[in-house]
């Protein structure tokens, strides 16, 4: 993949990613979670040591895995830090690609909303990923 734009650049691309061990996962820069939420939730000396750190903000993910399992949170990342450099801290892998879609919101809800069957069939409209989540199976 080529080197992707920083998350705190205009240019990153919010939305699902394929990585390099079969998961996708959808990622936006958290609006709700930041150095002011921290500031309220940290010690002092939390804080400072954190944000001393380089670390500027977190990516808001949900994680979809090829068994239809799923997981969601929040990673930080540091100034200057790409999608490739977050999923290698966060998942320890890299990143595959980024993938097209129509409305990546729909996936999201979906998963969020546990509606694993209508999951399933958006994933088997993507191009690419019909074999690496060939084994699905539906939970809803």
């Known amino acids: 993949m080529s080197k992707e734009p920083p998350i ?39 804080y400072e040591e954190f944000y001393s750190d380089g670390w500027i903000g977190y990516l808001d993910y ?4 090829p068994d239809m399992g799923g997981d969601g949170g929040l990673i930080p990342y540091k100034t200057d830090w790409t999608i490739e450099d977050v999923v290698m801290d966060g ?19 979906a998963v969020d909303n546990g509606d694993y069957g209508y999951a399933e069939e958006l994933i088997s409209r993507i ?11 539906s939970r809803s």
């Open 91 to 109: 998942f320890g892998c890299g990143v595959s690609r980024y993938i097209r879609m129509d409305d990546p919101w729909e996936l999201r809800n």
């Open 8 to 46: 705190n650049s205009p240019d990153f691309i919010e939305g699902w990613y394929l990585l390099e061990d079969g998961c996708i996962i959808f990622v936006q820069v958290s609006t709700e979670n930041g150095p002011e939420t921290d500031r309220r939730y940290m010690t002092p000396g939390e």
């Open 62 to 65: 949900t994680s979809v895995y």
């Open 127 to 137: 191009p690419g990923l019909r074999s690496t989540f060939s084994n699905m199976t």
